[in-house]
């Protein structure tokens, strides 16, 4: 049970991150729907992007981490203006 607490107590200044990083993915696959974009072709991008996020993660992250909160923000805020910019097409249908 304390290997537990000590993964979660490792992991817990990434926890924004990773509750922000899957609503990104709910706005960018609404995008994805709205605009009628290639679903094999969006899969095989998404795919390339885990795995060079995945490489960034495992090399970066100890000299990321004084950044993390610039990190964080510049993140949400992202995901914020691509929600934004999701949903403009459907209120402009709308009206």
């Known amino acids: 049970m304390s290997s537990f607490k000590d993964f979660v107590n490792e992991y817990k200044p990434f ?6 990083g899957n609503i990104e993915n709910l706005v960018l696959s609404a995008q994805g729907v709205i605009e009628g974009a290639d679903p094999i072709l969006v899969a095989g ?4 992007a ?3 996020w995945q490489f960034i993660g495992v090399f970066g992250t100890k000299s990321a981490m004084k950044y993390s ?3 964080e923000f510049i993140g949400g805020f992202a ?3 691509l929600g934004i910019q999701s ?6 249908h709308l009206l």
């Open 69 to 71: 909160r610039h990190i």
């Open 50 to 52: 885990v795995i060079t």
């Open 87 to 92: 949903m403009l097409p459907l209120i402009n």
């Open 79 to 81: 995901i914020f203006v």
């Open 45 to 48: 991008l998404s795919l390339l």
């Open 15 to 20: 926890l924004g991150l990773l509750i922000f």
